[in-house]
C-alpha cells in the first residue's frame, strides 16, 4: 500500500489518501511524527494504527464532544460525524461505544421531546420532527402514546389565546390566518375547524 496524496485542508489538519484504502485526516503533527511522505509505502500496520489508535479514538472523542453540548439522535450524531469525514466504520464504532453507555437513546430523545413540546405542537407536528431527525416510527408512537396527554383542542385553544385570537370578533381574514398558522403547527382542518 502506498500514500498517493497528502493534501492540507483546514486547521492545521491534512487529508492522506491512499491507494487503496480508505482516506484519513490527520493533523499535521501526526504526519511529522509518523514521517508520512507521498508516495512512500505503508504497512498494513502503520495503516491499523493510523486507522484505529489515532482517527478511531479521535471519532469517540468527537462524538462524546458532540453529545456533551446537546442531546442528539443516532442518525444526527452519525451526520455530525460523516461530516468531520471519518470514515464509516469508524463513524459507526463510535455510535456503538456511545450507545453502549447511553449517551445516545433514541426512546429517551423522543420521550423528552415530546414532553417538552406538547404544549406547542400538535402530535402530528411533533410526529413530523421525529421522523425528520431519524427516529423510528415505533419509537415515535410510543412516546406520543405514553407522553403526550395535551388533548388538539385545548391545545389550539392555547395557542389561539397567546395569539390574542377571539373566533366571535375575528374577520374572515384574520380567521383564514389563524386557520393557516394552525396547519402549519401540524393540526388538522377538522380540529381546527371543531374549535373556530
Given at each position: 500500500?502506498?500514500?498517493?496524496?497528502?493534501?492540507?485542508?483546514?486547521?492545521?489538519?491534512?487529508?492522506?489518501?491512499?491507494?487503496?484504502?480508505?482516506?484519513?485526516?490527520?493533523?499535521?503533527?501526526?504526519?511529522?511524527?509518523?514521517?508520512?511522505e507521498?508516495?512512500?509505502?505503508?504497512?498494513e500496520?502503520?495503516?491499523?494504527?493510523l486507522f484505529?489508535?489515532?482517527?478511531?479514538?479521535r471519532?469517540i472523542?468527537?462524538?462524546?464532544?458532540?453529545?456533551e453540548?446537546?442531546?442528539?439522535?443516532?442518525?444526527?450524531?452519525r451526520?455530525?460525524l460523516?461530516?468531520?469525514k471519518?470514515p464509516?466504520?469508524l463513524?459507526?464504532q463510535?455510535?456503538?461505544?456511545?450507545?453502549?453507555y447511553?449517551?445516545?437513546?433514541?426512546?429517551?430523545?423522543a420521550?423528552?421531546?415530546?414532553?417538552?413540546?406538547?404544549?406547542r405542537?400538535?402530535?402530528?407536528?411533533?410526529?413530523?420532527?421525529l421522523?425528520?431527525?431519524?427516529?423510528?416510527?415505533?419509537v415515535?408512537?410510543c412516546?406520543?402514546?405514553?407522553e403526550n396527554?395535551t388533548e388538539p383542542?385545548?391545545?389550539?385553544?392555547?395557542l389561539?389565546?397567546?395569539?390574542?385570537?377571539?373566533?366571535?370578533?375575528a374577520?374572515g381574514?384574520?380567521?383564514?390566518k389563524?386557520y393557516?398558522?394552525?396547519?402549519r403547527?401540524?393540526?388538522?382542518?377538522?380540529?381546527?375547524?371543531?374549535?373556530l
Amino acid at each position: 500500500m502506498m500514500i498517493t496524496e497528502i493534501l492540507p485542508i483546514n486547521n492545521g489538519k491534512v487529508q492522506v489518501s491512499f491507494d487503496d484504502r480508505e482516506t484519513l485526516v490527520l493533523y499535521k503533527g501526526e504526519v511529522s511524527k509518523f514521517a508520512l511522505e507521498e508516495q512512500m509505502p505503508v504497512s498494513e500496520q502503520l495503516y491499523d494504527q493510523l486507522f484505529y489508535e489515532i482517527v478511531g479514538k479521535r471519532a469517540i472523542k468527537r462524538a462524546m464532544h458532540l453529545l456533551e453540548k446537546m442531546d442528539r439522535t443516532e442518525q444526527q450524531l452519525r451526520k455530525k460525524l460523516l461530516e468531520g469525514k471519518y470514515p464509516d466504520e469508524l463513524v459507526e464504532q463510535a455510535i456503538t461505544y456511545v450507545k453502549s453507555y447511553h449517551y445516545i437513546d433514541d426512546e429517551r430523545y423522543a420521550r423528552t421531546f415530546v414532553r417538552l413540546n406538547q404544549e406547542r405542537k400538535s402530535a402530528a407536528r411533533m410526529e413530523m420532527d421525529l421522523r425528520a431527525k431519524g427516529i423510528s416510527s415505533d419509537v415515535i408512537a410510543c412516546a406520543l402514546e405514553e407522553e403526550n396527554d395535551t388533548e388538539p383542542e385545548t391545545l389550539i385553544r392555547k395557542l389561539m389565546e397567546k395569539k390574542n385570537f377571539d373566533p366571535d370578533t375575528a374577520t374572515g381574514e384574520e380567521a383564514a390566518k389563524m386557520y393557516r398558522f394552525l396547519l402549519r403547527k401540524g393540526f388538522s382542518g377538522s380540529e381546527i375547524m371543531h374549535v373556530l
